[in-house]
């Protein structure tokens, strides 16, 4: 296995581009390692991209949240400006794995993993949140939702890599939640999660996006829903027609975390919870 | 294969060795340097028991390459007595019983040491949250909780002078 460390952005994309075999890319490592580790990958090059700067960048750009490729989750969950302005996101991201994990992490990471149950990735699709890609012919930017293939894919070509994540900023009078369930109280992978994102205007919600993850091979956008909760308050018949619509959008597996049954109902329920969450933060921001 | 050469501080000393690029810094540290302090539990970031502190923040030796150790700074269990007296979490550790087989030890020393670095006045809840990554299957945590706040205290006495 070859290792690469360049120092540049550019020297990065000679060197992913120009290689022909099999190759990951080596953030904080955390997946990979462990992949690499139990044969589950057996890359013929590694190239670690934490030696370039401009992938450490966490700062605004142009109406953009620009978080770099090589940001640990801890820089995330400690960036007050940040969290006050997209909580969910950060509650996201926080969720993943211990201190030690949080300290290598990255979201971006998280999100090139492309498990179904990331927590890092219903909250970054509620917030209309897009990937900027560089590649052999330049760069591209992308929305995160149609990034996502499937389990473990991303649309990306053999020469390509996600090299920031682009978080618009926060309207105002909205705000954001990200929940998960999980059968204990830490370090679990979500059963399932699901992120908020809505604006307020005279106490009612003008515009909701909602998105169920760990219930499907990716994220799912619960439009219909969406659409219910809008000109409402979340009064008790719109909340109980919401978890309904919820539990039948979602489509999930059985495995050993949950039952078809139970993931749907739970669906529906964390559905709730997140839009009352992020509802009493958009009203406390307006 | 072709080996890479990698210098870095390992608890205050410049150090090299030549290492597989497939090799974690755990197997570096167990292997190359001698200092089988670091213990390998899981070996994929469940256990904490590999923990080392990296550039400051604590970190799993087992899901680091050995090759990403070049040009950083690296405490191990092994730097954390010095001079032959015991760091106050080693000592408290002892004072509370706070540990039986000892596997676990170094790496919950560890990450206590980062807790302590950042927030010398952490409550319960916070103590057992920054510790979640680091599993006992042993002593249980109450010992291992009383003894990390029992030093945190000691270190805000200290700090203040009394």
Known sequence: MKYEAPETIDQA??????????????????????????????PEMVMNIKKINSLHEFCIV??????????????????????????????????????????????????????????????LVAANAKVEIVGQQGSRVKDVYSLIEGPGKLHLSKDEFITHILIPLQRDRSADCYLRFIPRTEMDIAVVGCGVNLSVKNQSISSAKIVLGAVGPKVIFADEAAELVLNS??????????????????????????????????????AKRALQKAYARALEVS | ????????????????????????????????????????????????????????????????????????????????????????????????????????????????????KKNNNPSEEEARFWLAGNLCRCTGYDKIINAVLDAAREIREESDGV
Request: aromatic share 4%; charged share 25%.
């Open chain 1, 62 to 123: 142009d109406g953009y949240w620009k978080i770099g490729a090589a940001v640990s989750a801890s820089k995330i969950t400690k960036n007050t400006a940040f969290i006050s302005e997209w909580p969910g996101i950060a509650e996201g991201v926080g969720l993943i794995g211990s201190t030690q994990i949080q300290n290598r992490a990255t979201l971006v990471g998280n999100l090139s993993n492309a498990s179904p149950a990331a927590d890092g990735i219903p909250a």
């Open chain 1, 233 to 270: 308050r979340l009064d008790k018949d719109v909340i109980l027609k919401l978890q309904r619509m919820c539990e039948e959008i979602a489509t999930p597996i059985s495995d050993k975390r949950g039952s078809i049954r139970f993931r749907r109902q739970v669906a529906g329920v964390l």
């Open chain 2, 1 to 116: 294969m072709k080996k890479v050469h990698v210098s870095t501080t390992i608890n205050g000393t410049l150090k090299e060795f030549l290492c597989d690029t497939r090799e974690t810094l755990l197997d570096a540290l167990r292997d190359h340097m001698l200092l089988t302090g670091t213990k390998e539990g899981c070996g994929t970031g469940d256990c904490g028991s590999c923990s080392v502190i990296f550039d400051g923040d604590v970190i799993c030796s087992c899901l680091t390459l050995a090759a990403e150790a070049e040009g950083r700074n690296i405490e191990t269990i092994e730097g954390m007595a010095e001079g032959g007296e015991l760091h106050v979490l080693q000592k408290k550790f002892l004072e509370h019983a706070a540990l039986q087989c000892g596997i676990c030890t170094p790496g919950i020393l560890m990450a206590s040491k980062a807790l302590l």
């Open chain 1, 13 to 42: 994309i000679d060197i992913y581009s120009k290689f022909n075999g099999s190759k990951k890319i080596l953030a904080g490592g955390t997946d990979v390692l462990v992949q690499l580790r139990t044969d589950i990958v057996r």
